[in-house]
């Protein structure tokens, strides 16, 4: 009897493949095994995350992001090493792409995935969502231990790529900066760090409010000073 052929590119209801699954559970050998697939027709497809009550939270999510968002390290360089099927700066519908994906999600205690995504050069490191919020925001709020992961990516973040990340950026939503976000949410590990590589410009004011980093501190975390 002929074994029956399997469609690699085959979607559950979300849009999701075999490829996305794999993905995200860090099964680098199948994720391996399933891009080599003659069948695959796109190692891109994306699908939709769908949260309580059948609602989509998050849309537009390639297998590389899902690597990256689910703090896979190992699948997401599989994914990256094929760029003639993986779109490495891909964003979802929220616009945020695979770093800051890798900042934002809850698998930030451990930093591998963002230390192995800062080595792949192409990529912005101040690519923003739709809110203008950067990875270095995102790190900047989790930092809140010296020997925390999302500590250790921030560092690693502001070293490797020193020239390239721009401490003082504003987001779009309140004109705050990484140290501003920090400060607020009383993350001292990170605000400290971003201290001691130029995050303090006192010149930068969030608005409408006008208040500084500074100011800011004063009123939500007078332990940050």
Same mark, same amino acid.
């Given at each position: 009897?002929?074994?029956? =052929? &399997?469609?690699?590119?085959? =979607?559950?209801?979300?849009?999701?493949?075999?490829? /996305?699954?794999?993905?995200?559970?860090?099964?680098?050998?199948?994720?391996?095994? $399933?891009?080599?697939?003659?069948?695959?027709?796109?190692?891109? $497809?994306? /699908?939709?995350?769908?949260?309580? *009550?059948?609602?989509? #939270?998050?849309? *537009?999510?390639?297998?590389?992001?899902?690597?990256?968002?689910?703090?896979?390290?190992?699948?997401?360089? %599989?994914?990256?090493?094929?760029?003639?099927?993986?779109?490495?700066?891909?964003?979802?519908? &929220? !616009?945020?792409?695979?770093?800051?994906?890798?900042?934002?999600?809850?698998?930030?205690?451990?930093?591998?995935? %963002? #230390?192995?995504?800062?080595?792949?050069?192409?990529?912005?490191?101040?690519?923003?969502?739709?809110? !203008?919020?950067?990875?270095?925001?995102?790190?900047?709020?989790?930092?809140?231990?010296?020997?925390?992961?999302? /500590?250790?990516?921030?560092?690693?973040?502001?070293?490797? &790529?020193?020239?390239? %990340?721009?401490?003082?950026? $504003?987001?779009?939503?309140?004109?705050?900066?990484?140290?501003? /976000?920090?400060? =607020?949410? *009383?993350?001292?590990? !990170?605000?400290? $760090?971003?201290?001691?590589?130029?995050?303090?410009?006192?010149?930068?004011?969030?608005?409408?409010?006008?208040?500084?980093?500074?100011?800011?501190?004063?009123?939500?975390?007078?332990?940050?000073?």
């Amino acid at each position: 009897r002929t074994a029956p =052929k &399997r469609d690699a590119g085959a =979607k559950l209801p979300s849009g999701e493949t075999a490829l /996305h699954l794999a993905a995200r559970a860090g099964a680098a050998a199948i994720v391996a095994q $399933t891009m080599t697939h003659p069948m695959l027709r796109a190692a891109d $497809t994306t /699908h939709v995350v769908v949260g309580e *009550g059948g609602r989509p #939270v998050a849309g *537009g999510r390639t297998a590389f992001l899902d690597a990256a968002a689910y703090g896979q390290a190992e699948a997401a360089a %599989v994914l990256a090493s094929r760029p003639d099927l993986v779109d490495i700066h891909a964003t979802d519908a &929220r !616009g945020r792409g695979a770093l800051l994906l890798a900042s934002d999600e809850a698998h930030a205690s451990d930093p591998a995935t %963002v #230390v192995y995504l800062l080595s792949l050069e192409a990529l912005d490191v101040n690519a923003a969502d739709a809110d !203008g919020l950067t990875p270095l925001m995102r790190l900047a709020q989790r930092a809140r231990l010296e020997d925390g992961g999302p /500590h250790a990516a921030l560092q690693a973040l502001l070293v490797a &790529r020193r020239g390239e %990340v721009d401490v003082n950026a $504003t987001d779009r939503s309140a004109g705050m900066t990484a140290l501003m /976000h920090g400060v =607020k949410r *009383g993350a001292r590990a !990170g605000v400290r $760090t971003l201290l001691a590589h130029g995050g303090s410009d006192e010149k930068v004011a969030a608005w409408p409010s006008g208040e500084t980093a500074w100011m800011l501190a004063s009123l939500c975390t007078p332990e940050a000073f």
